[in-house]
């Protein structure tokens, strides 16, 4: 059947922080409380406007969007992510709190926030039967723009990375981030094939430094989401900041030296290890294969890290491959020294 997706309107929050009750025990407005009773009310008026379609927030006019390049940090980044959770019924409880006719069966996360401080621009979740529309994309991209949740203020970045799943939408949204005032820029990171063309060249050229240094607060940012075991968003994290990567070497390749090789192959052995997490919420299991990929690229970027070495090996164990996971150890042995080659020993001891 034909579904309007349904949002939680963040605008209503302030609404429920004001009115609600303290909690007796810590003295303050508690989310969690203001959560529950959400779920458990869902007939209550000001739940249901709590709950509303997507076609809100008007944006700003273009003469807005234009005055807003003034105020452009240089070097600030904005990440730009989608989850797709598939049955929202089994995998999101609060959905079917929702009154029956605001239920849809499939749940998506949309979120934008600030890739080095990780502060929220805007986050919407939606509850839908047909896939997510451009338009309505669209719309959320705006809405991170001109109407962020407080306290942050209508802005734009001078990067903005979107993660690969946003490409269906591209054409719809390339139109209006094409048209924001410079020094704006954006780009959808797709995942990279080891058997396809190296990474285009940027509008840029000459921003080496600044592409390399948002790897480094991506891959802060990652490590973030990995520490938490948010596996789906530390995976989009990390290949949006190797995109950016790929683009800054193949500009300029006579500026690789050895601390670029280095986060080269951490970046990549980060992936890697948020591919190998077999939990998390709302998501889907380990994922060994890609795994050993990445742990693979990372050797050969930079084949003195153990770490390349280490997820492969855990790849190798994971999907049963004792003589690869062997061989893989023994020929870190030959590149990595000291503490690093103790942890290569240990892992070959831990066969016996």
């Known amino acids: 059947m034909s579904f309007t997706p349904i949002a939680m309107n963040t605008d209503c929050i302030e609404t429920f922080a004001s009115s609600f009750p303290v909690n007796p025990d810590t003295g303050l407005r508690e989310t969690e409380d203001m959560k529950r009773y959400i779920f458990e009310n869902p007939d209550c008026p000001d739940v249901r406007r709590f709950w509303t379609s997507t076609a809100a927030s008007p944006p700003l006019s273009k003469d807005a969007y234009a005055a807003l390049a003034p105020q452009i940090l240089p070097r600030s980044a904005w990440l730009v992510l989608m989850n797709e959770f598939g049955a929202a019924g089994s995998l999101n409880p609060a959905q079917w709190a929702l009154p029956p006719d605001l239920r849809g069966n499939n749940y998506t996360k949309l979120t934008c926030c600030d890739a080095g401080t990780r ?17 309505t994309v669209l719309l959320f991209v705006k809405r991170c723009i001109a109407t962020p949740v407080a306290p942050q203020q209508p802005a734009l970045p001078a990067s903005m990375f979107f993660s690969d799943i946003y490409l269906p ?43 390399v240094e948002l790897a480094e607060q991506m891959k802060a940012a990652g490590n973030r989401e990995y520490a938490a075991r948010q596996r789906g968003r530390a995976v989009q994290i990390y290949t949006v900041a190797l995109a950016g990567f790929g683009r800054a070497i193949a500009v300029k390749p006579h500026r ?21 997490l077999e939990d998390e919420v709302g998501g889907t299991g380990a994922d060994p294969a890609e795994a050993l990929r990445d742990g693979r690229a990372a050797e050969k970027a930079d084949p003195t890290y153990v770490k390349g070495y280490l997820r492969q090996a855990r790849a190798h164990e994971m999907l049963g491959q004792v003589g690869e996971r062997r061989a893989v150890l023994e020929r870190a042995l030959g590149h990595v020294h000291g503490v690093d080659a103790l942890a290569v020993r240990n892992a070959l001891d831990s066969e016996s």
């Open 169 to 211: 939408h591209a054409p719809t949204l390339a139109p209006f981030l094409d048209a924001l005032p410079a020094p704006f820029q954006w780009q959808i990171a797709p995942l990279p094939d080891p058997a396809g063309p190296p990474p285009p060249v940027p509008t840029h050229p000459d921003n080496f430094d600044e592409l």
């Open 119 to 135: 502060a929220m621009r805007f986050e919407q979740d939606f509850f839908h039967d047909e896939p997510l529309s451009s338009d």
């Open 256 to 276: 690789v030296n050895a601390r670029v090789r280095r986060l080269h192959a951490v970046l990549l052995a980060n992936r890697a290890a948020a591919h190998l």
